[in-house]
């Protein structure tokens, strides 16, 4: 190394202009002031909070059906899935459940993607109506009972076999006309063939 290289220190790290980037801070700051985006004095809409959905959503009634579309047919009956509070169609099924359940249709309802916090009386509430639910769906399982409905059951299936098989046989056969069927005697016998029936007598 140089005698001049000595004495002067490499230094590779950047060099910031702090009073150039201070200024422009303070006029990015006084830009927002002005902005009516970030005015402090709008009131902020008020949200209700999210909610479970009160409505059965429909995704099988279109399903293996056809739809003729031409230029004049509303969005709402074009192929797809329409949302009547977004004015929008979806075409498959999982992004329809996907857009009902997102931010922008639950804002369009005019809910926000907050929820209730539940107390501990809610929770309380909430597990004891359970079991009162639990309670009365319960039944006693009466397996003899349950025996006594499939012997019955069988008895009825056997009863109807035997009828249809009584059936059967009361029933008179006509093999003969099973045989010839409608083919004309002497176009079988032009053609060189008696006919399409088995060639059992």
């Known amino acids: 190394m140089s005698s001049s290289n000595k004495g002067k220190i490499d230094d590779h790290r950047r060099k910031w202009d702090v009073d150039k980037f201070e200024k422009l801070a303070k006029e990015r700051a006084d830009g927002y002031d002005k902005d009516d985006k970030h005015d402090k004095s709008s009131i902020p809409v008020k949200r209700e909070l999210l909610k479970e959905r009160d409505y059965e959503v429909d995704l099988d009634s279109k399903v293996g059906k056809s739809i003729v579309i031409t230029k004049t047919t509303p969005s709402s009956l074009s192929g797809g899935y329409y949302c009547n509070v977004c004015d929008c169609v979806i075409k498959d099924s999982m992004n329809f459940l996907d857009h009902i359940n997102g931010k922008k249709h639950q804002r369009n309802l005019g809910m926000s993607m907050r929820i209730e916090r539940s107390s501990l009386e809610d929770v309380k509430n909430r597990f004891a109506s359970n079991k ?70």
Do not use: C, H, W
């Open 132 to 201: 009162r639910k639990k309670l009365e769906v319960k039944k006693t399982y009466d397996f003899e009972a349950r025996i006594q409905e499939l012997k019955e059951e069988e008895e009825k299936m056997k009863a109807t076999k035997k009828e249809r098989r009584k059936e059967k046989k009361m029933r008179p056969s006509n093999n003969s006309d099973d045989e010839g069927g409608d083919i004309d005697p002497e176009m079988a016998a032009m053609m060189g063939f008696s006919g399409f029936g088995s060639t059992k007598k």
